[in-house]
T-cell receptor, first 110, second 114 residues
């Protein structure tokens, strides 16, 4: 069975501090994994994706994620949060169909 | 947890035919549903916002006469791709707002137009 679990529904960080958004997955097969970001009244923007190449994936806006098969995790990180990073983040697994996490709302405190 | 059911998961149709995609919220009432389209290797583009009992709000560049959206009840929204053409081939994904601003997504519909 395929599934995605985002461990935190809300994360709050201070501007300039690191960001960690956690995602665990369950998949019978080698999955494709994505992180999307949604700003209010916008569509879902692709941050990065893992498709069985390098396990450390670099995305846009300084975000990166590491695929860890042993931990079935695909956590999203950024070294230094910016105010513009405040948004809803979705971890997504794709294996013939999409499996979305329930989202993590990131708040950045000035 | 809240579940959104989207059907069909995959459809193949001939050019010129119409295809209907259903999106149901199974255990909550969704006053607002959203329809997205994904092109390969790209982001999910918001096509329209569907509000129960009223006309959908389409994003700029989306043809409302081609992509008909109906939100007849608090648990069902449908997207009909009319007179489909090969360039309409894509993944279509719906999401539903539970009311506490949490979004829940369907599993997507892969449309292939021959």
């Amino acid at each position: 069975a395929q599934s995605v679990t985002q461990l935190d529904s809300h994360v709050s960080v201070s501007e300039g501090t690191p960001v960690l958004l956690r995602c665990n997955y369950s998949s019978s097969y080698s999955p494709s994994l994505f992180w999307y970001v949604q700003h209010p009244n916008k569509g879902l923007q692709l941050l990065l994706k893992y498709t069985s190449a390098a396990t450390l994936v670099k995305g846009i806006n300084g975000f990166e994620a590491e695929f860890k098969k042993s931990e079935t995790s695909f956590h999203l990180t950024k070294p230094s949060a910016h105010m513009s990073d405040a948004a809803e983040y979705f971890c997504v697994l794709f294996n013939n169909q999409f499996y979305f996490g329930t989202g993590t709302s990131l708040t950045v405190i000035p | 947890g809240a579940v959104v059911s989207q059907h069909p998961s995959r459809v193949i149709c001939k050019s010129g035919t119409s295809v209907k995609i259903e999106c149901r919220s199974l255990d909550f009432q969704a006053t607002t549903m959203f329809w997205y389209r994904q092109f390969p290797k790209q982001s999910l583009m918001l096509m329209a916002t569907s509000n129960e009992g009223s006309k959908a709000t389409y994003e700029q560049g989306v043809e409302k006469d081609k992509f008909l959206i109906n939100h007849a009840s608090l648990t069902l929204s449908t997207l009909t791709v009319t007179s489909a053409h090969p360039e309409d081939s894509s993944f279509y994904i719906c999401s539903a707002n539970r009311g506490d601003e949490k979004l829940f997504f369907g599993s997507g519909t892969q449309l292939s137009v021959l």
